[in-house]
């Protein structure tokens, strides 16, 4: 096992001059015999070697550094980084990694301009350049850079998934994906927003919600031009654009994609308007189509247009007026290759000139 030297503790014993005037000579050789004993069982546990430049040498646990290494053995991690949650078995490991969350990034890559706060990540991307995989999969002949990442994917093969849940009877391949998980059972949210009050279990999901704040849409739908800030979201939207339609309505036979899409058309037919406009008595089967409507009362039009002094109170009906500066058009029809402003134009078109 490699061993990280770290800042010396002073836990030595104490000497038997110290020891209170009550212990009898005896009590005092016994209590030195049990921590010798207790020193030799922990020194066959973690004896090693570290390779150095010029020569080999042989480190053992002394007394002095014995608390701090256990930690190696027993997993403990005291020290938790107060921005992303994560946990170390030093200071020194945590002082190191809270780098990554400051601006500072001094070693950056002369070929791409990307740069790295930390210089053995910098030296790993350098071999993404150079090309250089020299951690190779034995069964399937997959390379990797990092001796890590085989270690990992060699899982796949053997079906190993040494990390158990303490909770229930999952387990994983990742230690990463079981924390993530146990999150799950314990409640624990520990990346926080710092827009708004919103806090989320996994730094992925903090990700994506930031997009909210930034108005950042990277996933294109290739089909109809929208845009989404998760490739999820992306993939539930391009059913729309399938002919798959499994879910159909027992009671007059239309069909839908999406659970929640049939859920909300079932309230047609048992009459479940259970969101009331407190202004004009109407009702309505979901709180968005209220609060769409509650503008009409209050005369609100929150969507301005960047263009013009224009403003809306839908963001659909702003999307679509902007496109008249922009030019933009998004909706191609696919057996023909004219292009339309509005999904509404499309599907007209489709109908009169392509079927």
């Known amino acids: 096992m490699e061993f990280i030297k770290e800042e010396i503790e002073d836990m030595s014993y104490p000497e038997p001059s110290r020891i209170k005037h009550e212990d009898t000579e005896e009590q005092i050789e016994q209590m030195e015999v049990k921590q010798q004993h207790k020193l030799n ?12 430049t010029k020569a080999k040498m042989l480190h053992t646990c002394s007394r002095e550094n014995l608390n701090k290494h256990m930690r190696v053995h027993t997993g403990e991690k005291p020290y ?20 990554v969350h400051s601006d500072e990034r001094p070693h950056v890559c002369s070929l791409c301009g990307k740069s790295f706060s930390r210089l053995i990540s ?11 995989r020299d951690h190779v999969c034995s069964l399937c002949g997959k390379r990797f850079t990092r001796a890590a990442h085989l270690k990992r994917h060699q899982r796949i093969h053997t079906g190993e998934k040494p990390y158990k849940c303490s909770y229930c009877d999952k387990s994983f391949t990742q230690s990463v994906t079981l ?28 990700k994506i919600h930031l997009r909210i704040h930034s108005g950042e849409k990277p996933f294109n739908c290739d089909q109809c031009g929208k845009d989404f800030i998760s490739s999820s979201h992306l993939k539930q939207h391009l059913i729309v654009h399938s002919d798959e339609k499994p879910l159909v309505c027992s009671l007059c036979g239309k ?3 999406r ?21 004009c008595g109407k009702s309505f089967t979901k709180a968005g189509h209220l609060k ?19 403003s809306f109170n839908q963001s659909g009906s702003l999307k679509s007026h902007e496109r008249l500066h922009t030019g933009e058009k998004p909706y191609y029809c696919t057996q023909c290759g004219e292009s339309f402003t509005h999904l509404s134009s499309l ?3 489709i109908k009169k000139c392509c079927t």
């Open 41 to 52: 069982d922990i020194k066959k546990l973690c004896d090693f070697k570290t390779q150095g």
């Open 347 to 349: 599907q007209t078109h």
């Open 179 to 206: 924390k993530s998980h146990e999150r799950l059972h314990n409640g624990e949210k520990p990346y926080h927003c710092t827009q708004c009050e919103k806090s989320f279990k996994d730094a992925g999901g903090l």
């Open 80 to 99: 938790t980084c107060s921005q992303c949650g994560k946990d170390f078995i030093f200071s020194s490991h945590l002082k190191k990694h809270l780098i």
């Open 122 to 132: 910098f030296k790993r991307h350098q071999k993404t350049h150079d090309g250089v």
């Open 292 to 310: 769409r409507h509650l503008r009409i009362h209050t005369g609100e039009k929150p969507y301005k247009c960047s263009y013009c002094d224009k």
């Open 259 to 279: 659970l929640n899409s049939f859920k909300l058309h079932q309230k047609t037919h048992d009459e479940v308007r259970d969101h009331v406009c407190c202004d």
């Open 255 to 257: 069909s839908f994609l």
